[in-house]
Nanobody, 121 residues
Framework: QLVESGGGSVQPGGSLRLSCAVS??????TGWFRQAPGKEREGVSC????????TYINSVKGRFTVSRDYVKNLVYLQMHDLKPEDTGIYYC??????????????????WGQGTQVTVSS
């Protein structure tokens, strides 16, 4: 089971850190996705089963960082320099262990309920 937290409302240029509690000690491949109103869900970032090979979509490169704490069973998405187009519901997801992750939603089996991120002045 996956549970996200850390969403909120910020002004453009602000920062947020999302957390995803992972109720397993297995080394699952994890990813972050978002869905804006009226748009399809898109992948944002992902991390391999052992926490390396982070992948980001171009629009968040240099601003977002994904990481995982295997002791606390948490996956983080640190977001800086947020823009209005980053607004949406953010979901974490997981699938079976893999050395390389995918930002496409297809492989993901486990999904959280999502947390709202709103970037507005």
């Amino acid at each position: 089971q996956l549970v996200e937290s850390g969403g909120g409302s910020v002004q453009p240029g602000g920062s947020l850190r999302l957390s995803c509690a992972v109720s397993t000690t297995d080394f699952y491949t994890t990813g972050w996705f978002r869905q804006a109103p009226g748009k399809e869900r898109e992948g944002v970032s992902c991390l391999s089963d052992i926490g390396d090979n982070p992948t980001y979509i171009n629009s968040v490169k240099g601003r977002f960082t994904v990481s995982r704490d295997y002791v606390k069973n948490l996956v983080y998405l640190q977001m800086h320099d947020l823009k209005p187009e980053d607004t949406g519901i953010y979901y974490c997801a997981a699938y079976t262990p893999s050395r390389y992750c995918d930002v496409q939603p297809g492989p993901y089996v486990y999904w959280g309920q999502g947390t709202q991120v709103t970037v507005s002045s």
